[in-house]
């Protein structure tokens, strides 16, 4: 079997498994009966489960922020975007919420932020990018634990009244 096809296989499996038992009770063999692939399959692609978490969550925010590239102009559509493409994997946010795994995002969303960031160089001092980075995931992982509460709107102008004064002189 090719490996993004076992990937995905053992992805699907990890989030139906995690809809029902916590992560920490789930077996390999348990997962990769689900999934239906080899133990060998899986160790040689994953070290343990939370390596499929980690790829999910850096394969997913890399994916939201390469579609929107982030600039002065389009600001505002860029984050709403981006909040919307969050939502539409709301699902597994939500699964990986009640497994106590939604910090395991925060280097992906920290680090692709500050990418974006730093792209428009528009900041103050070299401090306010890394404020901002760790601000969007605190902001992203809230929302997720209030249940997705606010409308994309909604979420986007708390996110730019945050930027208010800070980012632009």
């Given at each position: 079997m090719k490996a993004p096809v076992a990937k995905q296989y053992l992805y699907e499996a990890l989030f139906r498994l995690m809809a029902k038992m916590d992560y920490r009770s789930i077996s390999v063999s348990q997962l990769v009966s689900v999934a239906g692939v080899s133990r060998s399959t899986f160790y040689r692609n994953y070290y343990d489960m939370l390596d499929i978490v980690d790829e999910f969550y850096k394969d997913a925010i890399s994916e939201i922020y390469s579609k929107y590239p982030l600039s002065e102009s389009t600001m505002s559509s860029v984050i709403k975007n981006i909040?919307?493409?969050?939502?539409?994997k709301r699902n597994e946010f939500e699964i990986l919420n009640r497994q106590g795994?939604?910090?395991?995002?925060?280097?992906?969303?920290?680090?692709t932020s500050l990418k974006q960031i730093n792209n428009m160089g528009v900041w103050h001092n070299r401090y306010q990018p890394h404020f901002f980075a760790g601000a969007s995931f605190a902001l992203i992982k809230a929302w997720i634990e209030y249940g997705?509460?606010?409308?994309?709107?909604?979420?986007?102008?708390?996110?730019?009244?945050?930027?208010?004064?800070?980012m632009f002189s």
């Open positions: 909040f919307s493409e969050l939502k539409s795994l939604l910090d395991r995002m925060s280097p992906h969303v920290y680090n997705f509460e606010e409308t994309e709107e909604e979420i986007t102008n708390i996110f730019l009244k945050s930027l208010e004064g800070y």
